[in-house]
């Protein structure tokens, strides 16, 4: 089984309390894990499997933590042809730029060659303010593409 690297961005600790969870269902399931919060270009292995959770702050915006890590991809152009990521944003649909954070690191990774694995899902924790309840079946359907 592939060892996943998760990378979350988190202000308040909402994605990284959800990624610890994530943590535990891919173990459970046999898979090795690297957790990461909020890493920068230089602790990443540019290769293998990602599955990147980051929450939404300002006005769409990354958090703070994940911040550096999109301006060296954006700076230092990785070839990242070799990862292969999954998606998964935490916001709050009444903010105008719903989970606008992992739309923009999404697009990030895949302009640098990342191939994505599954469509990205977006949870919107004013419906969903235990976010592990609308992962589950999304998590079941990515671990299947290993
Ligand atoms: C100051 C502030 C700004 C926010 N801005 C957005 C936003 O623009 N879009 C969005 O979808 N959610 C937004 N949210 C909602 C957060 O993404 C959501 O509460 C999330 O669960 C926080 O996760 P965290 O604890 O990991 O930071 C905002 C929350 C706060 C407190």
Redesign the pocket.
């Known amino acids: 089984m592939p060892n996943i690297t998760l990378i979350t961005g988190?202000?308040?600790?909402?994605?990284?309390d959800f990624a610890e969870y994530l943590t535990e269902k891919l173990q459970l399931a046999g898979f090795s894990t690297t957790l990461l919060h909020g890493p920068n270009l230089d602790e990443l292995h540019l290769s293998g499997q990602w599955l990147v959770i980051t929450?939404?702050?300002?006005?769409?915006?990354l958090?703070d933590n994940l911040q550096l890590l999109s301006t060296q991809i954006k700076q230092q152009k990785p070839d990242l042809s070799q990862v292969y990521f999954g998606a998964i944003g935490?916001?709050?649909?009444s903010?105008?730029?719903?989970?606008?954070a992992i739309k923009k690191l999404e697009q990030q990774l895949i302009a640098r060659g990342a191939i994505q694995m599954g469509e990205k899902l977006e949870i919107d924790?004013a419906k969903y303010p235990i976010p592990e309840i609308a992962a589950e079946k999304w998590l079941i359907d990515w671990m299947a593409k290993f």
């Open positions: 988190s202000t308040l600790g909402n994605a990284e929450s939404t702050h300002g006005a769409g915006e958090p935490l916001g709050d649909s903010y105008d730029q719903f989970c606008g924790v």
